[in-house]
């Protein structure tokens, strides 16, 4: 009963490297979201897939890219880390773009130095 | 300041203790969540509801669409209930989730 998978589960990287985090979710979900949470913010919206083959920013997308590779996978890219990009990552999934329960992975925590 | 505001920010109770948090918000919304994330980061929906008054075990959650305010009740708190509780309304010009910065609960035996 995996839900929500998300790849690794730690990483510290050097200022100018470039990273994928990886997620997946089991329950056939249309709608896939990343979200960074950042001490004394809420949740932000990076990116989001409203359904396989679409993509569209969120709140704060400057300087990711994401991919939604199937109807599984949804991964964000770091082209070029900048220690602003420390945080902590969620990913998401909800069955639909709507007003439903969104179901969260166990997030990445990234460090840039 | 933000659309979507909790309160407090910090709370500490003793065991069995009547809990509540609060959340207001400033946009128009089609339904309020309620998670919960434990130490470790994991995040649980809790509740979704765009009126009236939720029930699940000792949680509940309430909604007053007209004062745009929402509580999350905890009756007979435990050390198991401590966690962050974050409020999330859907709507408004986005038509997304908007997070509130969370509550962080310690419930000491």
């Known amino acids: 009963n995996a839900g929500v998978t998300q790849t690794p589960k730690f990483q510290v990287l050097k200022t100018g490297q470039s990273m994928t985090l990886q997620c997946a979710q089991d329950?056939?979900?249309?709608?896939m979201y990343w979200y960074r949470q950042d001490p004394g913010m809420g949740l932000r919206l990076i990116y989001y897939s409203a359904s396989e083959g679409t993509t569209d920013k969120g709140e704060v997308p400057n300087g990711y890219n994401v991919s939604r590779l199937n109807k599984r996978e949804f991964s964000l890219r770091l082209e070029s880390a900048a220690p602003s990009q420390t945080s902590v990552y969620f990913c998401?999934?909800?069955?639909?773009?709507?007003?439903?329960?969104?179901?969260f992975g166990d997030g990445t925590r990234l460090s840039i130095l | 300041k933000n659309e979507v505001e909790q309160s407090p920010q910090n709370l500490t109770a003793q065991e069995g203790e009547f809990i509540t948090i609060n959340c207001s918000y400033s946009?128009?919304?089609?339904?309020l969540h309620w998670l919960q994330q434990h130490p470790g980061g994991g995040i649980v929906s809790l509740f979704m509801?765009?009126?009236g008054k939720k029930k699940h075990g000792r949680l509940i959650a309430t909604i007053n669409i007209q004062e745009k305010h929402s509580s999350l009740h905890i009756t007979a708190s435990h050390p198991r209930d401590s966690a962050v509780y974050i409020c999330a309304a859907y709507g408004g010009a986005t038509n997304k989730l908007i997070f509130g910065t969370g509550t962080l609960l310690a419930v000491q035996p």
């Open positions: 998401a999934s909800s069955e639909w773009h709507s007003n439903q329960p969104q179901h």
């Open positions: 509801l765009s009126s």
């Open positions: 329950m056939n979900h249309n709608s």
């Open positions: 946009v128009g919304i089609s339904a």
